[in-house]
């Protein structure tokens, strides 16, 4: 195997393809970092494997190349992430009875259910099912699905999507959440937290492939396999059981109990909704459950702020990939080369910019989260659990996936419009000679699907840097050629051995992105006064404003 040196060497070697036009942040440097950590030496870094120590052992000798200080647990490198890995056992008995006549149901195949608590069994006996439209409660949209429903015991049923997803032109919810851009009341993960809120026992989510984005195939791939942070007190978060059910069988439940799906469904678009009992269907389960810890890392780095060290910038991005699998054309080892080496790549060439320039006033952070790809637990457990104070955290960049395809005349940004952070963006992209393009499919919620996600529920701004929210216009080539990038890479790369390093990438483009954000961090770091805000409607900005008064 190459070095990282050697890669270095040839890549710069090769000169004038890769000419530096991305300020401190270097093509070639990237390359080698990706062509290391992706090599089949790392066996596609999975939490808990021997690949995860070769990966944490890597990024802590890069920090301290660098001369940064360790940022984690006790002064060290690292902070401990302790995961949870649940499997829902075979013969699952799953079944909805109406009018006392009972449907058993197949998991993965009506029905796929999960349980985030670590019990050995699971039995919900005959349990009363309601109604809750798309399971929404949003005070400062004027928005309440519950109305005061008593769903103690109770299994919740929900649609998928937010209130607006549907809506049609003159309707009164029409844009209130924001079109057919998923608000993170869309998210699956949102009603689930939002059925443990309201007391329910389960949660069961309609799926239709529009609203999810993505078809029943997907939703049934963890056959019940589930993964989380351990708790102290799983019961607080986590529901006893969650999980999907095809829109055929809940039309026919909701047929059965005297109820018109269709209907109903028109009106959960109606803030006037009320929850509706399914007369008559009760839902039951009976289940063992398999559970395991695995203790894996997060590696944080910083360099304390000159004048204001408790104030902080983060930058990070994810460590991990899916390990090794079934061989694709002989190749077992899963590389995560573009999804998410490259991320870590411009998280170091990031910190080696800061390490070579002056000290700015707030402390800069660097993190290489642990297991995003089972659930962004490794940025959760950090949310829950941080070295630096969140509310004195002016702002988050975060990189998941950058296009390898070459210079691009714009910038694609996901969740455009939730901060202010989208300004400096516009403006950091106009002195590079570029233009920022909002994400072409809004609709998927790829901003709620990557790590930054986890401190923006905890209030702090944050920018993700995905270069899978739209092809960019690319210099050769086009939109066009930005678009068949992204769509070859998601039809045959991702998640698969195919995303491996390869010496035709050309990351003149993916360094300016990542130079994009070590502009507009380096200026927030250097004025402590400096405060980027969410914007008015943003699902994350009343958390903010709770601490306001602690940032002066």
């Given at each position: 195997?190459?070095?990282?040196?050697?890669?270095?060497?040839?890549?710069?070697?090769?000169?004038?393809?890769q000419?530096?036009?991305?300020?401190?942040?270097d093509?070639?440097?990237?390359?080698?970092?990706?062509?290391?950590?992706?090599?089949?030496?790392?066996?596609?870094?999975?939490?808990?494997?021997?690949?995860?120590?070769?990966?944490?052992?890597?990024?802590?000798?890069?920090?301290?190349?660098?001369?940064?200080?360790?940022?984690?647990?006790?002064?060290?490198?690292?902070?401990?992430?302790?995961?949870?890995?649940?499997?829902?056992?075979?013969?699952?008995?799953?079944?909805?009875?109406?009018?006392?006549?009972?449907?058993?149901?197949?998991?993965?195949?009506?029905?796929?259910?999960?349980?985030?608590?670590?019990?050995?069994?699971?039995s919900?006996?005959?349990?009363?099912m309601?109604?809750?439209?798309?399971?929404v409660?949003?005070?400062?949209?004027?928005?309440?699905?519950?109305?005061?429903?008593?769903?103690?015991?109770?299994?919740?049923?929900?649609?998928?999507?937010?209130?607006?997803?549907e809506?049609?032109?003159?309707?009164?919810?029409?844009?209130?959440?924001?079109?057919?851009?998923?608000?993170?009341?869309a998210?699956w993960?949102?009603?689930y937290?939002?059925?443990?809120?309201?007391?329910?026992?389960?949660?069961l989510?309609?799926?239709?492939?529009?609203g999810?984005?993505?078809?029943?195939?997907?939703?049934?791939?963890?056959?019940?396999?589930?993964?989380?942070?351990?708790?102290p007190?799983?019961?607080?978060?986590?529901?006893?059981?969650q999980?999907?059910?095809?829109?055929?069988l809940?039309?026919?439940?909701?047929?059965?109990?005297?109820?018109?799906?269709?209907a109903?469904?028109?009106?959960?678009?109606?803030?006037?909704?009320?929850?509706?009992?399914?007369?008559?269907?009760?839902?039951?389960?009976?289940?063992?459950?398999?559970?395991?810890?695995?203790?894996?890392?997060?590696?944080?780095?910083?360099?304390?702020?000159?004048?204001?060290?408790?104030q902080?910038?983060?930058?990070?991005?994810?460590?991990?990939?899916?390990?090794?699998?079934?061989?694709?054309?002989?190749?077992?080892?899963r590389?995560?080369?573009?999804?998410?080496?490259?991320g870590?790549a411009?998280?170091?060439?990031?910190?080696?910019?800061?390490?070579?320039?002056?000290?700015?006033?707030?402390?800069t952070?660097?993190?290489?989260?642990?297991?995003?790809?089972?659930?962004?637990?490794?940025?959760?457990?950090?949310?829950?659990?941080?070295?630096?104070?969140?509310?004195?955290?002016?702002?988050?960049?975060?990189?998941?996936?950058?296009?390898?395809?070459?210079?691009?005349?714009?910038?694609?940004?996901?969740?455009?419009?939730?901060?202010?952070?989208d300004?400096?963006?516009?403006?950091?992209?106009?002195?590079?000679?570029?233009?920022?393009?909002?994400?072409?499919?809004?609709?998927?919620?790829?901003?709620?699907r990557?790590?930054?996600?986890?401190?923006?529920?905890?209030?702090?701004?944050?920018?993700?840097?995905?270069?899978?929210?739209?092809?960019?216009?690319?210099?050769?080539?086009?939109?066009?050629?930005?678009?068949?990038?992204?769509?070859d890479?998601?039809?045959?790369?991702?998640?698969?051995?195919?995303?491996?390093w390869?010496?035709?990438?050309?990351?003149?483009?993916?360094?300016?992105?990542?130079?994009?954000?070590?502009?507009?961090?380096?200026?927030?770091?250097?004025?402590?006064?400096?405060w980027?805000?969410?914007?008015?409607?943003?699902e994350?900005?009343?958390?903010?404003?709770?601490?306001?008064?602690?940032?002066?």
């Amino acid at each position: 195997m190459k070095t990282v040196a050697l890669v270095l060497a040839a890549a710069l070697m090769a000169g004038t393809a890769q000419a530096q036009t991305s300020g401190p942040i270097d093509p070639a440097r990237l390359s080698a970092i990706v062509n290391q950590l992706a090599s089949d030496e790392f066996e596609g870094r999975s939490p808990g494997s021997p690949g995860e120590q070769k990966t944490v052992d890597y990024l802590i000798g890069q920090f301290k190349v660098l001369k940064l200080e360790p940022a984690g647990d006790k002064g060290g490198w690292t902070q401990e992430v302790q995961l949870q890995r649940l499997q829902v056992q075979p013969g699952a008995k799953l079944s909805v009875s109406v009018g006392g006549k009972a449907t058993a149901l197949e998991q993965a195949q009506q029905i796929n259910v999960a349980t985030l608590r670590p019990v050995d069994h699971v039995s919900i006996e005959d349990a009363p099912m309601v109604f809750v439209g798309y399971g929404v409660k949003a005070p400062e949209r004027g928005w309440d699905d519950f109305k005061g429903v008593d769903l103690k015991g109770k299994v919740a049923v929900f649609l998928i999507n937010d209130p607006d997803f549907e809506a049609q032109a003159g309707e009164p919810v029409a844009g209130k959440f924001g079109g057919q851009a998923a608000a993170y009341y869309a998210r699956w993960t949102y009603k689930y937290e939002e059925a443990v809120r309201q007391g329910a026992i389960a949660a069961l989510i309609v799926h239709e492939t529009p609203g999810a984005g993505y078809g029943w195939s997907t939703v049934a791939a963890s056959n019940g396999e589930s993964f989380d942070i351990v708790r102290p007190d799983p019961a607080k978060d986590k529901l006893l059981l969650q999980g999907w059910i095809q829109r055929d069988l809940a039309v026919d439940v909701f047929k059965s109990a005297g109820l018109d799906f269709e209907a109903l469904k028109t009106s959960a678009r109606s803030a006037d909704f009320k929850p509706v009992a399914l007369t008559g269907a009760t839902f039951s389960a009976d289940y063992g459950v398999t559970h395991s810890q695995v203790t894996s890392r997060n590696v944080l780095a910083k360099l304390t702020g000159a004048s204001k060290p408790a104030q902080s910038v983060m930058f990070s991005a994810h460590w991990d990939a899916f390990g090794l699998g079934a061989p694709v054309g002989g190749d077992k080892v899963r590389h995560g080369a573009a999804d998410d080496a490259i991320g870590v790549a411009g998280v170091l060439e990031i910190a080696r910019a800061f390490a070579t320039g002056p000290r700015p006033a707030r402390t800069t952070l660097f993190a290489a989260w642990t297991a995003e790809e089972r659930g962004l637990l490794g940025s959760e457990y950090y949310g829950v659990h941080p070295t630096t104070p969140l509310d004195q955290m002016a702002a988050n960049f975060t990189m998941d996936v950058l296009q390898t395809a070459g210079p691009s005349k714009d910038v694609v940004l996901v969740g455009y419009g939730q901060s202010q952070l989208d300004d400096r963006l516009i403006a950091a992209a106009k002195a590079q000679g570029r233009t920022v393009t909002p994400d072409a499919h809004p609709e998927r919620g790829l901003f709620f699907r990557a790590d930054h996600f986890s401190l923006a529920k905890h209030g702090v701004p944050v920018m993700l840097m995905m270069g899978l929210g739209g092809g960019a216009d690319l210099v050769t080539g086009g939109r066009e050629a930005g678009d068949k990038w992204v769509s070859d890479y998601t039809a045959y790369c991702y998640h698969q051995p195919c995303d491996a390093w390869s010496p035709d990438w050309d990351l003149r483009g993916a360094a300016q992105d990542v130079e994009l954000l070590y502009s507009m961090g380096k200026a927030i770091a250097s004025d402590p006064k400096d405060w980027p805000a969410w914007k008015p409607g943003s699902e994350f900005k009343a958390i903010r404003d709770q601490t306001a008064s602690l940032r002066k």
